[in-house]
């Protein structure tokens, strides 16, 4: 059960951090976020550790089996 937890809350930082990274680069636009740098790094941040959470997840099912 606690490696879906790392899978859920992983697939939902890293497409946060993909939309606020997009957002903070200037891609998406239409919003305050559109073109700050702040939220560019956040962004990073948050997609980092997201793609962190899939890795560990993904290994720690290898080891069981």
């Known amino acids: 059960m606690k490696r879906w937890a790392f899978i859920i809350v992983g697939a939902l930082l890293t497409l946060i951090g993909l939309v606020w990274t997009g ?38 099912r290898r080891k069981v089996s």
Do not use: D, H, P, Y
Request: charged share 10%; hydrophobic share 55%.
């Open 23 to 60: 957002q903070g680069a200037g891609i998406i636009t239409g919003s305050v976020m559109s073109g700050e740098k702040q939220w560019f790094l956040i962004g990073l941040v948050c997609l980092v550790i997201g793609i962190g959470l899939l890795v560990a997840a993904v290994r720690s």
